[in-house]
C-alpha cells in the first residue's frame, strides 16, 4: 500500500500523492477499454498501470476483480471515469472538427493519451501540463512503446498552484488562436486561489471561439460522504485516501465567474451523460458523485 494520508507527500511522479491519481484515472479507462460496451478505448492505458510498481499488481480488466462490477472502485467508480473520458472525447473531437480550434491544452493532463489516440484534423497542437515526476513516467513508458502522436504534442512541467500562464506561453501556446480547454479531475486537488487563479488565466490566454470542460465538486463539506463505497473502496484496496488529497478549502464558483466574463456555460451531472449513453454511474445514496459536475463552456465570437 502507498501512503497518501497527507496532502503533500513530497512525491513528484506517480508513485504516491496526487500523482497517483493518474494511475487510478489509467486503470479505469483499461478496464472501460476491453468492456464489451466499452465508451472509451485507451489502449495505452493498461501499460501505464503494469509500468508503475505502485499499480503493477492493479487489475485492468474487469474479469481481474473477483466481485467483479459490484466492486465500488473497479465497478461503478471506474465506470464514471469511462464515461468522462468518452464524454470529453466527444468535447474536444466537437470543438476541433466542427468548432475549428487547433490549440489543445490539458491541464493536470496526467496519463492522458489523447495525443495519440484521437483522430486530430491537420495542424493541431495538444499542450499537456502537469508535474515534472508524471509527465516524466509518461514519456518513458510511451518511448518504450514507440509511441506515436497523432498531432504535435507538447508537454509542459509546472505546478499548477503556481504561475503556469508563462511556461504555456513559452512552449509556443498562441494568444491569438482559439483554444479547447479540457481541465478533467483536477480542481478538487488545487486551493481555492490557484483554481481562481486558473480559470481567469484560461479566460485571459482564450481567443474568442475557445472552449473550456472542466469538472467540479459542488459538496460544501466533502466529509459528508467520507463513508461512501467509492472513497471507503478507494482506500482500502489501493490505499489512495482521496479526501486527504482534495483541498479542503470552500470552493470557488467557476462557472458562475466565467458567465460573468462573457462565455456561455452549461453544468451537467455525470448521471445525464449516463442516460444518453445508456451506461454509466447512476446516483445512489451516501454518494461521492452526488457534488460531481462537469462544465462546458465557449467564449463566444464576436
Ligand atoms: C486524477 S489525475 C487526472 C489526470 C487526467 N486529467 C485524466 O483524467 O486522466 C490528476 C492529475 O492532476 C495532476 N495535478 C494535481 N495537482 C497538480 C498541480 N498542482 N500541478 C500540476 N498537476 C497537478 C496530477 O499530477 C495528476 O496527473
Not at 472509451?40 to 492505458?45: H, K
Not at 466533502?222 to 478507494?234: G, M, V
Request: hydrophobic share 40%; net charge neutral.
Amino acid at each position: 500500500m502507498v501512503d497518501t494520508a497527507r496532502r503533500d507527500t513530497g512525491v513528484e511522479g506517480v508513485e504516491g500523492g496526487v500523482g497517483l491519481t493518474a494511475l487510478l484515472v489509467a486503470a479505469a479507462r483499461a478496464i472501460e477499454t476491453h468492456r464489451p460496451d466499452s465508451l472509451a478505448q485507451d489502449s495505452y492505458a493498461e501499460h501505464f498501470v503494469r509500468a508503475a510498481p505502485a499499480s503493477a499488481a492493479w487489475p485492468v480488466r474487469i474479469r481481474e476483480v473477483p466481485d467483479g462490477d459490484s466492486n465500488p472502485l473497479w465497478g461503478r467508480f471506474a465506470r464514471y471515469f469511462g464515461l468522462r473520458t468518452r464524454v470529453l472525447d466527444d468535447f474536444v473531437l466537437q470543438s476541433v472538427h466542427t468548432g475549428g480550434a487547433r490549440q489543445v491544452v490539458l491541464l493536470g493532463a496526467g496519463l492522458d493519451s489523447r495525443a495519440f489516440r484521437l483522430d486530430w484534423p491537420p495542424g493541431c497542437v495538444v499542450f499537456e501540463v502537469d508535474r515534472e515526476g508524471v509527465l516524466a513516467f509518461k514519456h518513458q513508458v510511451l518511448g518504450e512503446l514507440s509511441a506515436t502522436p497523432k498531432t504535435t504534442r507538447i508537454p509542459i512541467s509546472t505546478d499548477l498552484r503556481a504561475d503556469w500562464a508563462g511556461a504555456l506561453t513559452n512552449a509556443g501556446f498562441d494568444t491569438a488562436a482559439p483554444t479547447v480547454w479540457l481541465v478533467e479531475g483536477l480542481l478538487f486537488y488545487l486551493p481555492h486561489a490557484a483554481e481562481t487563479y486558473l480559470i481567469s488565466t484560461v479566460d485571459r490566454l482564450s481567443a474568442q471561439g475557445s472552449a473550456l470542460a472542466f469538472e467540479v465538486k459542488l459538496d460544501k463539506d466533502l466529509l459528508e460522504y467520507r463513508d461512501s463505497p467509492l472513497y471507503t473502496s478507494t482506500h482500502r484496496q489501493l490505499g489512495i485516501d482521496l479526501l486527504s488529497l482534495f483541498s479542503r478549502e470552500p470552493r470557488p464558483d467557476s462557472a458562475t465567474a466565467l458567465a460573468g466574463k462573457g462565455w456561455s456555460t452549461s453544468v451537467r451531472t455525470p448521471f445525464d451523460f449516463t442516460r444518453r449513453h445508456g451506461r454509466g454511474p447512476l446516483p445512489e445514496a451516501n454518494d461521492a458523485l452526488a457534488g460531481n459536475r462537469w462544465v462546458f463552456a465557449n467564449k463566444p465570437q464576436p
